[in-house]
T-cell receptor, first 114, second 112 residues
Framework: NAGVTQTPKFQVLKTGQSMTLQCAQDMNHEYMSWYRQDPGMGLRLIHYSVGAGITDQGEVPNGYNVSRSTTEDFPLRLLSAAPSQTSVYFC?????????????FGPGTRLTVT | GIQVEQSPPDLILQEGANSTLRCNFSDSVNNLQWFHQNPWGQLINLFYIPSGTKQNGRLSATTVATERYSLLYISSSQTTDSGVYFCAVEGDYGGSQGNLIFGKGTKLSVKP
């Protein structure tokens, strides 16, 4: 199993540009999520999905969109990039979250917005 | 929401030394995980431990859910143990499913 994969690894955007961060998992996990990590901080939840067709907002959703058309993929879209979105983005997945389950993280995408 | 506090924020060790990292959380939890973020930024799962004790090689962890804390023990530290150690919890109340709340981490530096 490749686990959780993310592309690209690095990206530089200009203010106002849009882009999609890709996330895929091959473990047949129902639950997927996106976090951001800012310098000196832990991770904060952006959006999550409990299954194909179902998404919801996390702690810091503004400026981001998600959709979940398949179990395997969970892309994160930046609609109009801002310097405040400069961060490292992590995707995670796990089995159903009912009762709590171990989450596994991808390698991250380092995004810089100038 | 749940608050997660980790201590100490920074720790410098000589290779071979032992250490204990602490994680306090403010409410009951469904899930508690320990991660190691290596110098390349990758998050590595160490333990899934909402309660009890687990061991994996030189590392072990204990969570006392009733007292709302968890401890990560590193024995005979090596330079490859350097990085940031995060504790993350998920609340057991409605609407908290899947939302891991992270502490700010303990930055560990192991000197040769």
């Amino acid at each position: 199993n490749a686990g959780v994969t993310q592309t690209p690894k690095f990206q530089v955007l200009k203010t106002g540009q849009s882009m999609t961060l890709q996330c895929a998992q091959d473990m047949n996990h129902e639950y997927m999520s996106w976090y951001r990590q800012d310098p000196g901080m832990g991770l904060r939840l952006i959006h999550y999905s409990v299954g194909a067709g179902i998404t919801d907002q996390g702690e810091v959703p503004n400026g981001y969109n998600v959709s979940r058309s398949t179990t395997e993929d969970f892309p994160l879209r930046l609609l109009s990039a801002a310097p405040s979105q400069t961060s490292v983005y992590f995707c995670a997945s796990s089995y159903s979250m009912v009762g709590g389950h171990e989450q596994y993280f991808g390698p991250g995408t380092r995004l810089t917005v100038t | 929401g749940i608050q997660v506090e980790q201590s100490p924020p920074d720790l410098i060790l000589q290779e071979g030394a032992n250490s204990t990292l602490r994680c306090n959380f403010s409410d009951s939890v469904n899930n508690l995980q320990w991660f190691h973020q290596n110098p390349w930024g990758q998050l590595i799962n160490l333990f899934y431990i909402p309660s009890g004790t687990k061991q994996n090689g030189r590392l072990s962890a204990t969570t006392v859910a009733t007292e709302r804390y968890s401890l990560l023990y590193i024995s005979s530290s090596q330079t490859t143990d350097s990085g940031v150690y995060f504790c993350a919890v998920e609340g057991d109340y409605g609407g908290s499913q899947g939302n891991l709340i992270f502490g700010k981490g303990t930055k560990l530096s192991v000197k040769p």
